[in-house]
């Protein structure tokens, strides 16, 4: 809890293109209800809040952590870590980081080749052939760049996980959905899922909804 009695929330991006963010923000006059019940403490898109500041904070003290992206770095994998250890209820938030989605489709090459390719190839213009290194040192000081992995990696595949909410982002009534059933916990009205479980999704696929009809294969 923070000093005014509200649970704190918390939201962090890593190997994404930040569309779960906007979902989010999709929600239109339901994030009010986030805001009335949740003190956000860290989101990095949305507000200032630095890495000293979540690890300063005692273990589990944040309620609910919604974690989109894949891990691509050493700095996804630190976060996700920390946000597993400072979090009670850490949910798998979007298909990046429940089981990969775009940002895996690098485990079809090797690092070298996918480095290679984005910045040596003919559509970049790089006459010198720079490539990123972990540390430069620059005229303002030392510069550290987190380290890319060579497997891109699931959010269970680094720190337990709680929920998984899926979707390429999680439908923005779905997360209404979802926070709805949170507040209705924190007021005693309902109960968690059981854990592991999928959250947010319904039952059907986008083909069962879809009103076009196929009659050729």
């Known amino acids: 809890m923070t000093s005014n ?4 929330f918390a939201m962090y991006w890593a190997a994404s293109c930040g569309g779960c963010e906007i979902a989010v923000l999709n929600i239109h006059e339901k994030i009010l209800d986030v805001d009335a019940n949740f003190e956000v403490v860290f989101w990095p898109v949305a507000m200032d809040a630095k ?3 979540v690890e ?3 273990d589990g003290s944040i309620l609910l952590t919604l974690f989109n992206g894949a891990i691509r770095n050493e700095e996804n994998e630190h976060i996700a870590k920390l946000l597993r250890k400072k979090s009670q209820i850490l949910v798998a938030f979007g298909s990046c980081a429940t089981e990969g989605c775009m940002p895996a489709l690098a485990n079809l090459s090797p690092l070298d080749e996918v480095v290679s ?3 040596s190839t003919i559509s970049t213009d790089n006459p010198q052939n720079i490539h990123p290194q972990p540390i430069y040192k620059a005229p303002e000081g030392e510069i550290y760049i987190p380290k890319l992995y060579p497997i891109v990696r699931t959010l269970d595949q680094v720190v337990d ?3 998984y909410m ?3 982002p999680p439908e923005s009534h779905q997360i209404a959905a979802v926070i709805d059933l949170v507040i209705d916990v924190l007021q005693g009205k309902a109960a968690l899922p059981p ?4 959250i947010g999704a319904g039952g059907s696929t986008v083909c069962d909804d879809c009103p076009r009809k196929r009659d050729v294969k």
Do not use: F, I
């Open 5 to 8: 009695g509200k649970p704190k």
């Open 51 to 53: 890495y000293k500041d």
């Open 56 to 58: 300063a904070m005692e």
């Open 117 to 119: 390719t984005a910045y």
């Open 161 to 163: 996980v709680d929920y």
């Open 166 to 168: 899926p979707g390429c």
């Open 195 to 198: 854990k592991g479980s999928t």
